[in-house]
């Protein structure tokens, strides 16, 4: 039997002379060692494999994979394999590949069944959770040292972060809310149009902005500027072990960078939120005046007189609670991360996801709260 | 014994630098074929730089560098990218790509230059760790894995192509001594198995003259090469007291002393 690169040769019986020959680079393909194992199938009297080289053999490393897995097949069949008519190099990596293996540690494959990947899921989501009640628990001790004056961070970073929360944050906040006040005075207009109660625009988006939902729009821009942003940066030093350098020097990571980011953002989140109140009126004005000819003073009496003070407490606390779970749920994300670049893109993306979660949640129950109260 | 060499790579008065900033200036030296190639000197001399520059990574302020005398900058886009496959680089802190299984990490570079099918690919990567000691590990993610472990699996995926020269950025940081020497003896091996060329940048002495039979030493203050040659050479007759207070941990020959 007789192909390109391979020549056999049972001259002598019980052994089998494998002779090498031709572009054996990996360029060329590799070649299955099929066509060796079907030959010893065939011939079930050989005992032994003698492996030469020819004169015009080029190899790299193509080749000795070949050998290197013809030679573990053929151990396994108890077959000795001769190697000493190979070119030296070769051998000495078959040697080297082969002694590693020896001391290699076989794979541990598991194959989960689906019950069993369900039940890991569902044990892991536990203590995720738990692990989440547990880092909420630290920041709240941690609150308290700050209360009695016991807790240390530094003004600069606190300062720095209170202007990458508020300044920078501002503008965007202040577009968003003008546009979504401009959205509920049209949607709002098709409607009351009919009545010929175009007046009422100002009841609408006044009462819908102030209540509920600039406080909402706020959180998630936030959450997405603010939480990922601390996700990805606390993520990066738990990546680069700045986080174990604070804990080795005494300082509570939490304390120290969580603390100050819930701070900043506890601060920030209700003036933004104020300013999105404001945007969103001069909105809804901008569409009324504008599109529906109603008087500029009457709008802002009218929006007076349906505001109340308790609207804007009710948004408000809206807004702290918002504030607080961002914060909290990008840090966390953060100092959990996974030390590699994915896991710094999911931290990122988990910080994300808990924060806008969270949000709607907190506002569905604080909506039902004011419902039971009746304010 | 020795055949002729055969210069693989040839530095020609090249300068480095940043900006305005000059590194290093008039740099020269010759890498043979077969060669252990060190790369030494103090930290902060431009070791990194000068390995980015061979690498391709940062283009010489001036000066030449050629690959078997071909001017690497000189050449156009594929004619880099022609010289790049023949390179296997190990960095610093390994580079492997985390979002991928070791096995991948070296699979990636036979997929991307070889026309080999997936089972073909598959068996050259359980080769190549193999050879550096990882077999049956493909599915483990670098993020989980010892630093050892992980140079070992970042220079099999340097190994992966065959490569005729390759690049080690400081092998044996971070590796205890008897592991350290085993990635010495495991780079020897390679060496002579693959054929291939080696530059070392490192300052473990230990390593430099275990394996180095060829090198350059870089001064950060002269900003230049101030002694080329086997290590082992340079210590015993070097005359230059930076070279032998680096060589010699610190402790100064007389001879050097005015």
């Known amino acids: 039997m007789i192909s390109e690169k391979l020549v056999f040769d049972y001259l002598n019986p019980g052994k089998l002379f494998v002779k090498l020959r031709g572009d054996w680079r990996i360029a060329t393909g590799i070649l299955s060692i099929n066509t060796v194992t079907s030959c010893l199938a065939s011939h079930p009297d050989i005992v032994q494999i003698n492996l030469t080289a020819a004169q015009d053999l080029k190899w790299d490393s193509g080749l000795v994979s070949f050998l290197h897995q013809l030679i573990r097949k053929c151990e396994s069949m108890n077959i000795p394999v001769d190697r000493s008519g190979l070119p030296e190099t070769a051998q000495r990596l078959l040697a080297l590949a082969s002694k590693a293996h020896k001391g290699g540690i076989a794979p541990a494959k598991n194959h989960e069944t689906f019950l069993e990947r369900v039940g890991v899921g569902l044990l892991q989501e536990y203590e995720s959770v738990r692990n989440g009640f547990e880092f909420l628990g630290d920041v709240v001790v941690s609150f308290g040292r700050l209360v009695i004056g016991k807790l240390y961070f530094r003004r600069d970073d606190f300062i720095f972060l209170v202007r990458r929360c508020g300044i920078d944050t501002f503008l965007l906040v202040s577009l968003i809310g003008f546009l979504v006040g401009m959205i509920l005075a049209f949607v709002a207009s098709i409607q009351l149009r009919m009545f010929g109660a175009q007046i009422y625009i100002s009841d609408i988006v006044g009462i819908a902005m102030v209540r509920v939902l600039s406080a909402v729009m706020t959180g998630i821009i936030v959450s997405g500027r603010i939480g990922a942003s601390f996700a990805a940066e606390l993520g990066m030093m738990q990546t680069n072990e700045e986080i174990d350098a604070l804990r080795t020097l005494g300082v509570s990571p939490v304390e120290f960078l969580v603390i100050p980011r819930v701070l900043a953002l506890f601060l920030m989140m209700p003036i933004l939120t104020i300013y999105a109140d404001i945007s969103g009126v001069l909105g809804g004005l901008v569409i009324s005046i504008g599109m529906l000819h109603l008087n500029f003073a009457e709008y802002l009496n009218h929006t007076q007189q349906a505001v109340k003070v308790s609207y804007i407490w009710i948004g408000l606390v809206h807004s702290l609670a918002f504030a607080v779970i961002i914060a909290v749920s990008g840090c966390w994300h953060g100092m959990k991360c996974e030390r590699s670049s994915v896991g710094v893109a999911s931290a990122t993306m988990s910080a994300v996801v808990t924060g806008i979660t969270g949000i709607v949640i907190a506002t569905a129950v604080i909506t039902f709260i004011c419902q039971t109260l009746g304010i | ?258």
């Open chain 2, 1 to 258: 014994m020795e055949p002729a060499k055969q210069p693989v790579i040839q530095v020609m008065d090249v300068d480095l630098g940043y900006d305005e900033h000059i590194v290093l200036r008039a740099v020269n030296f010759t890498v043979n074929k077969g060669d252990i190639f060190i790369v030494m000197g103090v930290s902060g001399c431009g070791k990194s730089t000068l390995l980015k520059s061979l690498i391709g990574l940062k283009s010489p302020i001036k000066g030449k560098v050629l690959y078997y005398a071909r001017s690497f900058w000189d050449e156009d886009e594929s004619g880099r990218q022609n010289i790049l496959c023949r390179f296997g680089i190990l960095y610093q802190s390994g580079a492997l790509w985390s979002s991928m299984t070791i096995g991948e990490n070296v699979a990636l570079p036979l997929q991307l230059f070889t026309s080999l099918s997936f089972s073909q690919i598959r068996e050259l990567v359980a080769f190549k760790l193999a050879l550096v000691g990882l077999s049956g590990q493909e599915d483990l993610f670098p993020s989980g894995i010892s630093g050892g472990m992980r140079k070992r699996a970042s220079l099999a995926r340097a190994i992966a192509l065959d490569p005729q020269i390759i690049f080690l950025d400081e092998p044996s940081a971070g590796l205890d001594p008897v592991n350290a020497r085993k990635f010495d003896d495991l780079i020897l091996e390679l060496r002579d198995g693959l054929g291939a060329t080696v530059v070392v940048i490192t300052h473990e002495l230990a390593s430099i003259f275990a394996i180095g039979n060829n090198g350059a030493f870089l001064d950060a203050e002269s900003k230049t090469i101030i002694a080329t040659g086997d290590p082992r050479f340079l210590l015993a007759n070097s005359t230059d007291s930076r070279v032998v207070r680096f060589l010699t941990r610190g402790v100064e020959s007389k001879e050097s002393e005015p």
